[in-house]
């Protein structure tokens, strides 16, 4: 019990156990950082026990029963067999619900607090046994160590577990369908880059610093933004950010308007920056957004605090028209946008995609298997599914559907 309730256990909820107070837990969470010296203890008092019901079966219990049925009139060999056979039978049987199987279930049930209450009387038994444990630990380790198994074990938790769990706790009621589907959007956020997040170039409404009044204001009433980026002239060169709102106000003024006056300026990030660095950088602006560049100085969009969000909680529709990322039809097959991030196309359809592809959208994944711009109508089969480009905006992949491939049918 005590061996299955530490190997079990949580260290997150020992923690909290022990910040509450509980000795055991901390105990316990020692004896879980040195897992060889433990099972060395645990194994002691199991073979401890082991030996002396085997040896006070037989040499007790299975004597005097024998003598009882000798008594009854059984011949010796008889009685001898059936005396020792029926209390091996019946010590191992109690044994194994005793000894076993109701205490495991026992560990199985409440890990934390088993292994919190049961850590102090297996700190004790190391101590009295401390040579033979010393010995066995040793020995385990040396023979590890001819296995080429040197060095701890791998301890760490993967993504992969995490979402088991967070589909577990699910599954129980333990959170709602929406908060596991943002906490996996946080994780997939970790793992984005600016080229993951960004609002890309050719999306990105800006304005002229030569731009007259009446432009600006045509642009303005275009765009649902409250920051507008503002443009270099014709070159991609970007300036700066201007609030819509200090705009209309000197309007409203009647004031001359000077836009590079009315620009501020925003940090600027690498196409290459992890989400973290790039939340710090927004939060240390009062304009909520952030520039990206590429390694040659060329502007490659913007971040807000808006695709942070989005990342995380899946896209916002504008009026009805944006479109989703990815549909299911009735056929089983998907309707995909080609700007649908490939982390999230990942988890719905598990198209296996390297650790740091150079891709971060499933036009990328398309072009990256194609390695060409490809014509309308054109497909190729991928792991089990087939991707068609089905609609194309310019040279831009717009749609793609994806269709599962029968078995009968490799092509």
Not at 113 to 133: E, F, K, Q
């Amino acid at each position: 019990m005590s061996e299955l309730a530490v190997v079990s256990a949580r260290s997150a909820r020992l923690k909290v156990l022990a910040e509450a107070g509980h000795k055991g837990a901390a105990t316990a969470i020692r004896l879980g950082e040195n897992p060889g010296r433990f099972i060395s203890t645990v194994q002691i008092g199991i073979t401890l026990v082991g030996v002396l019901s085997g040896a006070f079966s037989g040499a007790t219990l299975g004597s005097r029963l024998t003598q009882w049925l000798s008594a009854q009139g059984m011949t010796e060999p008889l009685a001898s067999a059936l005396g020792v056979g029926s209390v091996v039978v019946l010590i191992t049987y109690l044994s194994l619900i005793v000894g076993e199987l109701v205490p495991k279930q026992i560990a199985l049930r409440n890990p934390e607090l088993v292994a919190a209450r049961m850590a102090g009387t297996m700190v004790v038994l190391s101590r009295i046994c401390a040579p033979l444990v010393w010995l066995l630990d040793g020995s385990g380790r040396a023979v590890l160590a001819l296995l080429g198994q040197k060095g701890s074990g791998n301890g760490t938790v993967t993504d992969e577990e995490i979402k088991t769990v967070l589909a577990e706790a699910q599954s129980a009621g333990v959170i709602e369908s929406e908060e596991s589907q943002m906490i996996s959007g946080v994780m997939r956020l970790a793992d984005r880059t600016a080229r993951g997040l960004m609002t890309p170039r050719r999306d990105v409404d800006a304005i002229g610093v030569d731009d007259t009044v009446d432009e600006i204001r045509e642009k303005l009433n275009e765009s649902q933004h409250s920051r507008m980026p503002v443009r270099n002239g014709n070159s991609d060169e970007i300036i700066g950010v201007m609030p819509v709102k200090s705009f209309y106000d000197a309007l409203a003024r009647g004031a001359d308007i000077d836009i590079r006056a009315l620009t501020h300026e925003v940090p600027i990030v690498s196409d290459l920056a992890g989400a973290i660095d790039i939340i710090q950088s927004i939060r240390k602006t009062s304009q909520h957004m952030v520039l990206v560049y590429d390694e040659y100085g060329h502007f490659e969009g913007i971040v807000t605090s808006g695709d942070i969000l989005e990342a995380i909680t899946g896209a916002y529709q504008e009026d009805g028209e944006e479109e989703p990322a990815l549909l299911m039809r009735e056929d089983g097959s998907y309707l995909v946008a080609g700007w649908t991030p490939i982390d999230e196309f990942v988890e719905h359809i598990r198209v296996p995609v390297d650790d740091d592809p150079d891709f971060t959208t499933v036009a990328g994944y398309v072009l990256d298997e194609l390695k060409r711009i490809p014509s309308l109508g054109e497909s190729f089969v991928k792991n089990g599914w087939k991707f068609e480009v089905v609609d194309l905006d310019g040279r831009r992949i717009d749609k793609i559907l994806v269709s599962p491939v029968p078995l009968s049918d490799p092509d």
